[in-house]
Nanobody
Framework: QVQLAESGGGLVQAGGSLRLSCAAS??????????WGWFRQAPGKEREFVAL????????EYADSVKDRFAISRDNAKNTVSLQMNSLKSEDTAVYYC???????????????WGQGTQVTVSS
């Protein structure tokens, strides 16, 4: 059984930085075959796309709201993906989820595996 586990969330002041990480476990999971995504969900809102990185690692995409502030990266050998978040704003407050899938897009429907989420709170 594949499991994804996020870490690194917390409380930070506006303008600060956080680094989220997500680790996959399970005998059948091979990071080399997977694309990764980060999504977030604020209270009362739908889950929204934040960033993704494709299988090869050279192609990334970002939501306009986080472009130039967030950076996604992956370590295939460790089955991990990270999200470096800089210049955080109060509107970045949400539960952040990592996800993995073989043929990913910005749609949540293209991901096979999901983590439980980690809370990020940005105080203004």
């Amino acid at each position: 059984q594949v499991q994804l586990a996020e870490s690194g969330g917390g409380l930070v002041q506006a303008g600060g930085s956080l680094r989220l990480s997500c680790a996959a476990s399970g005998r059948t999971f091979s990071s080399y075959l997977m694309g990764w995504g980060w999504f977030r969900q604020a209270p009362g809102k739908e889950r929204e796309f934040v960033a993704l990185i494709h299988r090869g690692g050279s192609i990334t995409e970002y939501a306009d709201s986080v472009k130039d502030r967030f950076a996604i990266s992956r370590d295939n050998a460790k089955n991990t993906v990270s999200l470096q978040m800089n210049s955080l704003k109060s509107e970045d407050t949400a539960v952040y989820y990592c996800a993995a899938g073989e043929s990913i897009t910005r749609s949540t429907r293209t991901y096979n595996y999901w983590g439980q989420g980690t809370q990020v709170t940005v105080s203004s």
